[in-house]
């Protein structure tokens, strides 16, 4: 350190101080040699005591300095740390919208699928409606094909009966035709 009352020369006309600190120019008092604008320079004990209190305030600007920067490196740290978590939940959150894209893929295949179906469920409804009408159609001639039927049976049975009366009916025939022929 210098001896007192005695500036080295590195500090001439520059601020001793450390970054950080509010004071700008040189410290009060001191000014390049030989020139003493206030005038005399203060006794030593006021400088001791000035440089003291530069001292105690440079520790302290360290200190503060020290707790600063461990704050910054945790909060770098807290930084990166986030960073990742952020990088984690991005990657999350593509794999669930990749999941959701998939769900929705599916479903709209099924969706096409069951409108495939809905068509074909529409022309099976007409299909089955032709049927429908064609099983009336149906059922009406068979009613017809029924009544046709049993008025055939009356008629084959009046014609069975006809039949059973036949040999009598040609034994009558046989003798009218003998009584024809004898009245001749």
């Given amino acids: ?14 601020s001793v101080q450390a970054p950080g600190m509010m004071r700008h120019g040189p410290f009060p008092g001191l000014a390049p040699a030989g020139h003493c604008p206030m005038g ?3 006794p030593a004990d006021r400088l001791d005591t000035k440089m003291a209190v530069q001292v105690a305030e440079i520790e302290q600007l360290a ?12 909060l770098r740290q807290d930084l990166a740390g986030a960073q990742q978590e952020a990088e984690r939940l ?3 959150i593509r794999s669930i919208q990749a999941e959701g894209d998939i769900q929705i893929r599916v479903l709209l295949d099924k969706i096409a699928k069951m409108e495939v179906d809905v068509r074909a469920g529409e022309s099976v409804k007409k299909e089955l409606q032709q049927a429908h009408m064609e099983a009336r159609s149906l059922v009406t001639a068979r009613q017809e094909l029924t009544s046709q039927i049993q008025q055939s049976n009356k008629e084959l049975e009046k014609a069975h009966a006809d ?3 036949l040999p009598d009916m040609l034994a009558e025939l046989d003798s009218l035709r ?7």
Avoid: D, Y
């Avoid at 350190?1 to 520059?14: K, Q, T, Y």
């Avoid at 003998?178 to 001749?184: A, F, I, K, V």
């Fill in 1 to 14: 350190m210098a001896v007192r009352g005695h500036i080295p020369l590195s500090f001439e006309g520059r």
């Fill in 163 to 165: 039949l059973k009366n």
């Fill in 63 to 74: 200190g503060e300095n020290h707790i600063l920067a461990s704050a910054q490196v945790a």
């Fill in 178 to 184: 003998q009584e024809h022929q004898r009245l001749r």
């Fill in 40 to 42: 005399p320079l203060p």
């Fill in 90 to 92: 991005r990657a999350h």
